[in-house]
């Protein structure tokens, strides 16, 4: 996270302001996050279905379970 300072014309911001723009940034942070992570766990579940279909097809271990 890049530091920067939060000036008003009399000076610097109060706590208040300076913590409410942390927080936003935070959120927004969190949200980038949050959509990585569920890309993240499609590409997962993705994956384990194709190794799914390849086990099957070689009659491995999940073509038994699946009848």
Known sequence: MQVTKLKRAQGLAPVGSYLE?????LRAANERQA???????????DLEALYRQ??????????DAAA
């Open 35 to 45: 959509q990585r992570q569920a890309a993240l766990d499609q590409e997962d579940r």
């Open 21 to 25: 723009a942390l927080a936003r940034d």
């Open 54 to 63: 390849g086990s099957a097809a070689r009659g491995g271990i999940y073509a």
